[in-house]
């Protein structure tokens, strides 16, 4: 699936990130990935509008120039997720160690940090995220990693149930009542919907 197909139903990058494989299970190894290579990065940041038109250009000819920085920067960005993956199910009381994904994260954060520049406009102080265009894409999802991490709720944090036929994905359940179960109801819910029926229907053909 092309990134442009891909649903966005976390309702943050860093979450929008998380989701970029299917399914979303710990520990798995065996997942379907929708950032295969670095022009799917480039598709995927310009829809989360994680940088501008203009900055996709610079991007594109830094790793243009050279070869191997986008490879790197998928790399990078793919490791990002991965931490932050681990550090949330952690938040989530999924898992109990986050050690090794803090160091992770903690490492691209301060890269990130280092490659960032402080600007003034307007009477206020503007973060700028990404002044290395072959680095931007990385730089900005570790900060945007972070940030969330360090301010979300984990009471509004949910994974799409993955024991009734979710796909593990991650999202921010916004609804008034915290009653939202699924990535997307058209799509997981309606599948589970759809099961539910089917089973339902089996067992009253088998019940004389
Ligand atoms: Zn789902």
Not at 55 to 69: K, N
Not at 85 to 96: A, I, K, M, Q
Not at 106 to 129: D, F, I, N, P
Not at 158 to 166: F, H, I, T, W, Y
Request: aromatic letters at 4%.
């Amino acid at each position: 699936m092309a990134p442009k197909d891909l649903r966005i139903v976390g309702g943050h990058v860093a979450l929008d990130l998380v989701n970029t494989v299917e399914p979303r299970l710990p520990g798995a190894t065996n997942f379907r990935e929708h950032l295969t290579s670095p022009t799917d990065l480039v598709d995927w940041a310009l829809r989360l509008e994680i940088l501008t038109d203009v900055e996709v250009e610079l991007v594109r000819s830094a790793w243009a120039a050279s070869p191997s920085a986008g490879e790197q920067a998928l790399r990078a960005s793919r490791e990002v997720r991965e931490a932050t993956y681990d550090v949330l199910l952690n938040v989530l009381g999924t898992t109990s160690d986050a050690g090794p994904a803090l160091e992770k994260l903690g490492l691209r954060w301060t890269a990130a940090t280092a490659r960032s520049e402080l600007t003034l406009g307007g009477g206020s102080l503007a973060l700028v995220v990404g002044t290395a265009p072959a680095t931007l894409i990385p730089d900005r999802l570790a900060v945007s990693a972070v940030e969330f991490l360090r301010t979300a709720d984990p009471k509004h944090v949910r994974a799409c149930p993955l024991d009734e036929g979710g796909c593990g994905w991650l999202f921010l359940d916004r609804s008034r009542n915290s009653s939202r179960r699924w990535c997307a109801m058209e799509d997981c819910g309606a599948q589970a919907k759809a099961r539910r029926l089917t089973a339902r229907r089996r067992v009253a053909r088998a019940t004389p």
